[in-house]
């Protein structure tokens, strides 16, 4: 088929290379020229595991970018995978996705017959049907159900893997409110996952879709809360939570998936997911406890691990390291990253900040310029007095006599990812 996806984020340059090799043709639509001029020349802005490959592998056959969003009238669907930002009070911004879906609805104005606009951006029900598709219809003077299709079809995948995710999802979520056609181009489009392997497809409303997103990450974000609510019982009991999760997760209806418990979630989805259907229900008078708590144990973890490093060090003049920036692994994404608030709690505290990350060095020091970074884990723990663990990379775990270079060696791990050694004073946030 032939397809377009505007927005070359994460998710638009995921979905954009991984349907190029699964056989399509796909246009990318970006505003920002930087990206569009990287897609073409076979590379991307982002990191992400196998994404850079599959773009160079096709950029200028199967894979074209472009800034100018006309081009979509010559596709036969069309993706709109802009950010949608929090607001300060929680709620989404969607003002990108509304200029992505004017433009789009101007470019398809003239088209004759049918166009199909599949929504993957992560936003609320009332969004679509109040904002999206009236701007659709206005924008292109088609109507929707009739010349105009729009779908809503959210996306699923993590960073870190997002390849992976796309090529192997646990489903296919497709909200059409009974639009055959819209459902028919889906279904092609996907043909490979869902027929050739086995995914199962979901098809339901275009607000159940919306809604689908939004309750999958709450119930993540809601269960890695639990956990964390509960190590941090266990460790004021002495216990370590990694055993009792172990335990609890063998229970089916638990699962053992995200019970690794430390100092929270974040990235670009959980906690502007959250806050979005926290203000969604406040906005409906309806007081959404768990969600509620879900966010408020996730704000506490990294003052609990400032908390555990005051017990062992005054930071006050003092060098401290900051071991992880990217909100996880395999990443450099930043936002929501549980280092920020680690880092400013650390400098209220009067600490000399010094990080290091494999990856989002460059990142952080955008937003955090007056701290000091390190090319590396060793040189980030030269000096200090208290190191903070508080991204998972595999490699810290590797970390050995590289603590002996510390002036204290005090370790407050965030991510039961640092090895215990002797003459480190060593605390676990939930063990
Ligand atoms: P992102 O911020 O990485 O990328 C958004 C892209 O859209 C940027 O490249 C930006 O330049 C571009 N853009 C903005 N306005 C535009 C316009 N008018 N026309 C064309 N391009 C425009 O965002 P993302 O992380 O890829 O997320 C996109 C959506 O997918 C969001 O709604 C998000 O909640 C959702 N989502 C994200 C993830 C994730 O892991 N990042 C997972 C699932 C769903």
């Known amino acids: 088929?032939?397809?377009?996806?505007?927005?070359?984020g994460y998710?638009?340059?995921?979905?954009?290379?991984?349907?190029?090799?699964?056989?399509?043709?796909?246009?990318?639509?970006?505003?920002?020229?930087?990206?569009?001029?990287r897609l073409n020349a076979g590379e991307t802005t982002i990191h992400e595991p196998g994404l850079d490959p599959m773009v160079s592998a096709y950029a200028g056959s199967s894979l074209k970018a472009t800034t100018d969003h006309a081009a979509v009238a010559d596709t036969d669907l069309t993706f709109l995978a802009v950010g949608t930002p929090a607001r300060e009070d929680g709620s989404i911004d969607p003002s990108g996705l509304l200029a992505a879906a004017e433009d789009v609805g101007e470019a398809v104005a003239d088209k004759d017959g049918y166009h199909l606009v599949v929504v993957k951006s992560t936003v609320l029900p009332d969004v679509i049907d109040e904002e999206v598709i009236p701007t659709l219809e206005d924008a292109s003077g088609k109507t929707?159900?009739?010349?105009?299709?729009?779908?809503?079809?959210?996306?699923?995948?993590?960073?870190?893997?997002?390849?992976d995710d796309f090529m192997n999802p646990d489903k296919i979520v497709i909200g059409t409110d009974g639009d055959g056609r819209?459902?028919?181009?889906?279904?092609?489009?996907?043909?490979?996952?869902?027929?050739?392997?086995?995914?199962?497809?979901?098809?339901?409303?275009?607000?159940?879709?919306a809604m689908i997103k939004y309750a999958n990450n709450t119930f993540l974000a809601a269960k890695v809360s639990l956990i964390n609510d509960l190590g941090n019982i266990c460790k004021e009991l002495g216990v370590d939570t990694y055993e009792v999760a172990e335990a609890i997760g063998m229970d089916d209806r638990i699962g053992e998936?995200?019970?690794?418990?430390?100092?929270g979630w974040g990235g670009s989805c959980f906690p502007k997911d959250t806050a979005a259907i926290k203000s969604a229900a406040e906005d409906a008078d309806y007081d959404p406890a768990m969600v509620e708590a879900a966010i408020e144990v996730n704000d506490v973890q990294p003052q609990r691990l400032l908390g555990l490093m005051d017990e062992h060090v005054d930071v006050d003049g003092k060098?401290?390291?900051?071991?992880?920036?990217?909100?996880k692994p395999?990443?450099?994404?930043?936002?929501?990253?549980?280092?920020?608030?680690?880092?400013?709690?650390?400098?209220?505290?009067?600490?000399?900040?010094?990080?290091?990350?494999?990856?989002?060095?460059?990142?952080?020091?955008?937003?955090?310029p007056d701290i000091e970074y390190a090319d590396s884990a060793a040189e980030a723990l030269d000096g200090a007095h208290a190191a903070a663990a508080v991204t998972d990379w595999p490699a810290f775990a590797e970390?050995?006599?590289?603590f002996d270079a510390m002036a204290e060696k005090v370790v407050v791990d965030g991510r039961r990812i640092i090895s215990r050694r002797e003459g480190l004073t060593y605390e676990g946030l939930t063990w």
């Open 1 to 8: 088929m032939n397809v377009s996806v505007v927005g070359s």
């Open 11 to 37: 998710v638009g340059t995921t979905l954009a290379a991984c349907l190029a090799d699964l056989g399509h043709d796909v246009t990318a639509v970006d505003i920002d020229e930087e990206t569009v001029e």
């Open 144 to 163: 929707d159900g009739d010349d105009l299709g729009v779908a809503v079809n959210p996306e699923f995948l993590r960073e870190g893997s997002a390849v």
């Open 182 to 209: 819209a459902l028919d181009r889906l279904a092609e489009l996907y043909q490979p996952l869902i027929s050739d392997w086995d995914v199962p497809s979901v098809e339901t409303g275009r607000r159940e879709a």
């Open 257 to 263: 998936k995200f019970l690794n418990s430390g100092v």
């Open 319 to 327: 060098r401290v390291a900051v071991l992880g920036l990217a909100f």
């Open 330 to 368: 395999g990443t450099d994404d930043i936002r929501g990253s549980r280092a920020k608030p680690v880092i400013e709690g650390l400098q209220d505290r009067g600490g000399n900040v010094v990080a290091y990350d494999p990856l989002a060095v460059e990142k952080m020091a955008e937003e955090f």
């Open 399 to 402: 970390l050995n006599e590289e």
